[in-house]
């Protein structure tokens, strides 16, 4: 399973960013996704998850601004990012796991100025 993650960038605080991660097979079967974020010397921290069902759970810092969704048609999960901060300034991981196996895609840079 192959993970490509895109959607990354420079943007202004206050402004929005949409990341994708397109999936080589189906979504189907992945009873997790996930988007993680990064700085350098801090350990990954988990962003937003989602689950097969839908439900979804977010880290108290970007509740209210951020949304995670699966597009089981495009065999994606993307994350919708608004009102961002500069303090959301990462590298962003996506992350989806099965019954049998996680895999990680690479990392997409977002920065934030302020």
């Known amino acids: 399973v192959q993970l490509q993650a895109c959607g990354g960038g420079l943007v202004q605080a206050g402004g929005s960013l949409r990341l994708s991660c397109a999936v080589s097979?189906?979504?189907?079967?992945?009873?997790?996704m996930a988007w993680y974020r990064q700085v350098p010397g801090k350990q990954r921290e988990l962003v937003a998850g989602?689950?097969?069902?839908?439900?979804?759970t977010y880290a108290e810092a970007v509740k209210g601004r951020f949304t995670i969704s699966r597009d089981t048609a495009k065999n994606a999960v993307r994350l919708q990012m608004n009102s961002l901060k500069p303090e959301d300034t990462a590298a962003y991981y996506c992350?989806?796991?099965?019954?049998?196996?996680?895999?990680w895609g690479q990392g997409t840079l977002v920065t934030v100025s302020s």
């Open positions: 097979r189906s979504i189907a079967s992945f009873n997790y």
């Open positions: 989602i689950a097969i069902v839908g439900t979804t």
């Open positions: 992350y989806v796991r099965d019954s049998t196996a996680e895999r």
